[in-house]
């Protein structure tokens, strides 16, 4: 059990923080959804809260908490190696580096705004799944799971959007785009997340918190 119990656990953090990356390095696009403008990296993040709600759920709130850290220290070293990548003066025969910056090499303001989102977002998540866990006493994961994430993700959005694109794009329909299309993925994972906690439990250690 313990050897099935660190295995799962190490999926769940490294799909966890597999999406926050990816997230972070293609949200510099905006796309649209439904005719709603979002950053591109949208379903990528928002299924990191599906991963932290199965974590918390399954191992507790001291394990999710340490899910959100190393992600948080991912994203910094992801953050500073983008950077040191596109600072690096290319070959001499290398003659994307416009194209290349473009890409990965992502704004201060935009770094900013991931980490500083990410921060309050995910622990606001971790903080809310537990307490609904508690009023609710371990019943209605459904509700737990959409109403932490459905809180966190306009938490997320607000401080992302605000923070990276202030002056540059029309905030307010963007972040109202972003929370609506973060809203689908939530309630269409949430059979994804009770399949997942359903599998895990009897399987694992059971949560400490």
Same mark, same amino acid.
């Given at each position: 059990?313990?050897?099935?119990?660190?295995?799962?656990?190490?999926?769940?953090?490294?799909?966890?923080?597999? @999406?926050?990356?990816?997230?972070?390095?293609?949200?510099?696009?905006?796309?649209?959804?439904? @005719?709603?403008?979002?950053?591109?990296?949208?379903?990528?993040?928002?299924?990191?809260?599906?991963?932290?709600?199965?974590?918390?759920?399954?191992?507790?709130?001291?394990?999710?908490?340490?899910?959100?850290?190393?992600?948080?220290?991912?994203?910094?070293?992801?953050?500073?190696?983008?950077?040191?990548?596109?600072?690096?003066?290319?070959?001499?025969?290398?003659?994307?580096?416009?194209?290349?910056?473009?890409?990965?090499?992502?704004?201060?303001?935009?770094?900013?705004?991931?980490?500083?989102?990410?921060?309050?977002?995910?622990?606001?998540?971790?903080?809310?799944?537990?307490?609904?866990?508690?009023?609710?006493?371990?019943?209605?994961?459904?509700?737990?799971?959409?109403?932490?994430?459905?809180?966190? %993700?306009?938490?997320?959005?607000?401080?992302?959007?605000?923070?990276?694109?202030?002056?540059?794009?029309?905030? @307010?329909?963007?972040?109202?785009? %972003?929370?609506?299309?973060?809203?689908?993925?939530?309630?269409?994972?949430?059979?994804?997340?009770?399949?997942?906690? %359903?599998?895990?439990? @009897?399987?694992?250690?059971?949560?400490?918190?």
């Amino acid at each position: 059990m313990e050897s099935f119990d660190r295995r799962a656990y190490t999926l769940l953090v490294s799909l966890f923080i597999g @999406g926050l990356v990816v997230a972070a390095l293609i949200s510099s696009k905006i796309i649209t959804v439904f @005719g709603m403008a979002v950053p591109a990296g949208v379903l990528a993040y928002s299924l990191t809260f599906a991963a932290s709600d199965v974590i918390g759920e399954v191992w507790g709130k001291e394990r999710a908490g340490e899910a959100v850290f190393c992600g948080f220290a991912t994203l910094v070293m992801t953050s500073a190696l983008a950077w040191l990548a596109v600072s690096w003066p290319g070959a001499v025969f290398w003659t994307n580096q416009e194209a290349f910056a473009s890409v990965i090499g992502n704004t201060p303001r935009i770094v900013a705004a991931s980490l500083i989102a990410y921060a309050v977002s995910q622990k606001h998540d971790i903080w809310l799944f537990h307490l609904l866990r508690q009023r609710t006493k371990g019943r209605h994961l459904w509700l737990r799971n959409n109403l932490s994430t459905m809180a966190s %993700q306009l938490i997320d959005s607000t401080i992302f959007v605000t923070i990276a694109f202030w002056g540059i794009l029309p905030v @307010g329909e963007v972040i109202l785009g %972003q929370w609506l299309v973060k809203l689908m993925i939530a309630a269409i994972d949430t059979p994804l997340v009770y399949a997942a906690v %359903q599998a895990l439990r @009897g399987k694992t250690l059971p949560a400490t918190a």
